[in-house]
């Protein structure tokens, strides 16, 4: 799967074959095709594996903050570490989300609605949402997601940017929560927790 990661971060999945992967792998071709019937079923699991990981990770990160400042900064930190950290996956997993359409990009865009789903539930669980209507906060989850994702592709990119990163991060959760509080009805705001 680490072989996998490293020749789709710089190749893209459908420019080598699973006898090439084997190769990169330092493996009998047959090796793979006992675990793997094809390569989409080697990067949906490579997916899989990768989006577990995150999901638990930003929790952790979310649950380590005490409610008031920070919060964004702790769990933004912890996804660029992370990024760096498994580079080759993170780049394979976002370009196959811009790819063409098929298992590798249902995967990835699976484990994006879980990362939603989970930050959504625990930001206003822990209080950290202002009151707004639930279409428009999962619609700034989303926006703040997938910013967050590009600005840690960013980070892989020049690692010398992590303050920028990060202030960009805290700004864009103030704009983004501020747009859905001011989308919300007259009369149902309270302001969220600092972050």
């Keep these: 799967m680490q072989a996998a990661a490293r020749l789709a971060a710089t190749l893209g999945h459908s420019r080598f074959s699973l006898r090439d992967l084997a190769k990169e792998a330092g493996m009998g071709h047959n090796s793979i095709y006992r675990h ?22 930003l929790s952790a990160a979310r649950r380590s903050v005490p409610p008031g400042p ?7 930190g912890w996804l660029l570490d992370f990024a760096l950290a498994h580079r080759d996956v993170f780049v394979m997993a ?16 699976s484990m994006l609605a879980s990362i939603r789903q989970d930050m959504l539930a625990e930001l206003t669980t822990l209080g950290h949402l202002p009151k707004a209507q639930p279409l428009s906060l999962a619609w700034a989850i989303e926006v703040l997601v997938n ?18 990163i990060l202030e960009r991060s805290q700004l864009l959760f103030t704009w983004v929560m501020a747009g859905a509080w001011a989308a919300s009805p007259p009369g149902a705001h309270r302001p969220a927790q600092s972050r």
Excluded at 42 to 57: M, P, W
């Design 70 to 76: 920070g919060l964004t900064n702790a769990v933004m």
């Design 36 to 57: 793997f019937q094809s390569m989409d079923d080697l990067v949906v699991a490579t997916v899989t594996a990768f989006c577990d990981e995150v999901r638990e990770g």
């Design 94 to 109: 976002m370009r196959e989300r811009h790819g063409p359409a098929g298992p590798a990009r249902e995967a990835v865009e």
């Design 147 to 164: 910013q967050n994702f590009q600005l840690s592709i960013d980070y892989i990119e020049d690692p010398g940017r992590r303050k920028d």
